[in-house]
């Protein structure tokens, strides 16, 4: 086994890699542990950034076919080319993802590809996808392994990818589908709706609650509203999931309305778009699986001795809420986002405190 590290962080995404940065330039030994090939978790790979292209994108299309002629400048109408845009979306994705690579490199920070659990108290096995183990010590460990895709709450719903997909496969689609239903009004909801309305498609969203956006200002919510259904997306709210159910090529959706049972709205392609929960405790392994199931269920920032358990991100608790594209746990709170844009930054700022004191212990 090699050299014990200071400070040993499972998960790169912003919190990670972020916190795996200040560790090193701190001067302690760290090393980060990442399952997939590429580190910047979610938000790199399938989540702010490649929507944020996709977003861009769309709207540059949208403005080529409204906005032109009013300028004066005629373009006649545009074509979409779905394939160069995803490639422009791969292209930034890979831009950041390289970056924070870069980074490693350049903060002595070590990398290790495959899934990370605790194996006892001070050890970490890594294993790669061939099923291969090498075993990390640590003074220090820091679970930073974010959020998984959430289901529909009282449904046992499959997600293929295909037609009825998460925001992963969202950003995915190889073709414009005629009817796309997005079930919940978020923002990752909004985002991957509105991108696929402009771009061409008939987009219907359902959600729970009586407005769009969940804890936001109702007046931001409204307006906001207001603006896509200008665009042509169609609302149904107050409305709960009751079924999701493929049929032929497509699948359709049940829900009701305070509790009346509507009639099914059918589409090609069903976007499951929930919040996003918690990485899941049974991932983090068996033989320290007490430590590790306290330090969870704490929330927020936990320290615990032999050696020093931490978490920091969208791990530490259930509800997750979004601040500038970027994914932020306030717990059950509804907060406002400078609020919750600070406890994330104090997360990891008090995590790479609490590492350098233990280090220099």
Known sequence: MADTYDVVIIGSGPG????????????????????????????????????????????????????????????????LNLKAMMAHKDKTVKANVDG??????????????GTGSIAAQGKVTVTDDKGGKQE?????????????????????????????????????LSSVPKKMIVVGGGVIGLEMGSVWNRLGAEVTVVEYL??????????????????????????HLSSKVTG????????????????????QITGIRVVRAFVREPYEVERFGDANRELTETALGVGRLMALMFPLVMLISNVTSVA?????????????MQIGSLTAMLSYI????????MATFMAVM
């Open 16 to 79: 990670g890699y972020v916190c795996a940065i200040k560790c090193g330039q701190l001067g302690l030994k760290t090393a980060i542990i990442e399952k997939s090939p590429t580190l910047g978790g979610t938000c790199l790979n399938v989540g702010c950034i490649p929507s944020k292209a996709l977003l861009h994108a769309s709207e540059m299309f949208a403005e080529a076919n409204h906005g032109m002629e009013d300028l004066g400048i005629d373009v006649g109408k545009p074509k």
């Open 346 to 353: 104090m997360q990891i700022l008090m995590a790479v405190m």
């Open 244 to 263: 999701v159910e493929k049929k032929g090529k497509g699948a359709s959706v049940t829900f009701a309305v305070n509790r009346v049972l509507r009639e």
């Open 320 to 332: 997750v809420i979004w601040f500038g594209g970027h994914q932020i746990n306030e717990g059950s």
């Open 100 to 113: 924070v690579a870069y980074l490693m490199k350049k903060n002595k920070v070590d990398v290790f590809h």
């Open 210 to 235: 009586d407005t769009i956006l969940g804890g936001m200002d109702n007046d931001v919510s409204k307006q906001f509203q207001k603006i896509l259904v200008k665009q042509g997306m169609k609302f």
């Open 136 to 172: 990390v010590a640590a003074k220090n460990i820091i679970i930073a392994t974010g959020s998984d895709v959430a289901g529909i709450p009282g449904l046992d719903v499959e997600i293929d990818e295909k037609v009825i997909v998460s925001s992963t496969g969202a950003i995915a």
